[in-house]
């Protein structure tokens, strides 16, 4: 199966947007594809429990329904570092969580290994 990144830059301000990216993550772990998200910009914040918890895109899901999912299914989180920075965004907000904080060069070397990517 294809190897899927898909990019998010909408986080709460956008919670239609934010949880369709991860929708489609869900979606493509569903069809036995490998999944990695890039979260940078506002999308960080989606990372937060307490945004987990509480964000449901029209038409999309609840984010922490999709979030699970992901997680079961082996899916992968990079955090943008300077966007997490920017928005206070640390480790403790991780977690425990599959994810890691990565610079611009790591999406460039992600988007470049993956078969496919889809932004949001």
Do not use: C, W
Request: proline share 3%; hydrophobic share 45%.
């Amino acid at each position: 199966m294809a190897k899927i990144l898909v990019h998010a830059t909408h986080g709460p301000e956008n919670p239609t947007r934010a949880a369709l990216a991860f929708l489609v993550a869900k979606s493509a772990i569903d069809e036995g594809h490998s999944v990695s998200l890039f979260l940078a910009g506002d999308a960080v914040q989606l990372i937060r429990d307490a945004v987990l918890d509480n964000l449901t895109g029209l038409g999309t899901g609840k984010l922490r329904e999709l979030y699970d999912a992901i997680v079961a299914g082996g899916g992968k989180f990079y955090l943008s570092g300077m966007s997490s920075k920017g928005r206070g965004v640390t480790d403790a907000d991780l977690n425990g969580k599959p994810a890691e904080f990565a610079m611009p060069t790591v999406l460039i070397k992600l988007s470049l290994d993956h078969d496919r990517m889809f932004t949001y």
